[in-house]
């Protein structure tokens, strides 16, 4: 059974930075996609960030994050991150580690694309 762990969440000043760990037992690194996603109150969940491999590790963002979010995996650790610098108030959310079995480079950022789900950390940041 996959278990997903994450941690890191806080409190931070607009500009400030945090680094997002989400421990997995139970699950091959590099056996499937792993991303993380965000749910802000009152807005749908949104995929954020992704690291996949087919036929070489890949990454991709969305938009509203990218240059500024940077998602990495430790495989000696089994634990996925998430750098995040240049926060801002948008960014204040849950964010979710989530992880499936296989690599595929599509629909990357959908819910649908993932089956295993942490329970979630939090990040405010304050202007």
């Known amino acids: 059974q996959v278990q997903l762990v994450e941690s890191g969440g806080g409190s931070v000043q607009t500009g400030g930075s945090l680094r997002l760990s989400c421990v997995a037992s139970?699950?091959?690194?590099?056996?499937?996609?792993m991303a993380w996603f965000r749910q802000a109150p009152g807005k749908a969940r949104e995929g954020i960030a992704t690291?996949?491999?087919?036929?070489?590790?890949?990454?991709y963002y969305a938009d509203s994050v990218k240059g500024r979010f940077t998602i990495s995996q430790d495989y000696a650790k089994s634990t996925l991150f998430l750098q995040m610098t240049s926060l801002k108030p948008d960014d204040a959310a849950v964010y979710y580690c989530?992880?499936?079995?296989?690599?595929?480079?599509?629909?990357?950022?959908?819910?649908?694309?993932?089956?295993?789900w942490g329970q979630g950390t939090q990040v405010t940041v304050s202007s």
């Open positions: 139970g699950y091959t690194f590099g056996s499937g996609n």
């Open positions: 690291i996949y491999n087919t036929g070489g590790r890949s990454t």
């Open positions: 989530a992880a499936r079995r296989g690599n595929t480079g599509y629909g990357v950022l959908r819910q649908s694309t993932y089956n295993c």
